[in-house]
């Protein structure tokens, strides 16, 4: 039987964030898109911005289709392309010299700022 010294001694009790997921999750698919990444420098900015638009673009574009063909979103369809939406926002956060990691942390510490001021409703990017 595995014992809580054994759990301890692998890291087990420091692999997870105080939201329990793993730390090294995102750094590990940050990571993963790096090596995906087919362009550099300018090219690469553009070519990760225009890629992240367009599959935001797709995200809206499946939802409009299902409104005016009166079909049923589907769900898996939709989480594909957040995918690719995850995909792009990991690119361009390894392109800025972050991660996706300290993205989630910082839109997290954001928000729950915000929300502790009754500040979610409104708009303006530093209220
Ligand atoms: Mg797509």
């Known amino acids: 039987m595995i014992s809580e010294n054994d759990l301890d001694e692998i890291g087990y009790f420091t692999m997870f964030d105080k939201n329990n997921v793993p730390k090294n999750a995102f750094e590990a698919y940050s990571q993963w898109v790096e090596g995906k990444i087919l362009t550099k420098g300018l090219e690469r900015q553009m070519e990760n911005t225009l890629g992240l638009v367009g599959e935001v ?43 996706l990691k300290k993205v989630a942390d910082i839109n997290q510490e954001k928000l729950n700022s915000r929300q502790a001021r009754n500040k979610l409703h409104g708009s303006g990017d530093n209220r």
């Open 57 to 99: 673009g797709e995200v809206a574009e499946k939802l409009k289709k299902s409104i005016r063909d009166k079909t049923e979103l589907s769900k898996d369809d939709m989480i594909k392309e957040l995918g690719d939406v995850l995909f792009y926002t990991a690119a361009l956060a390894n392109l800025y010299g972050s991660t």
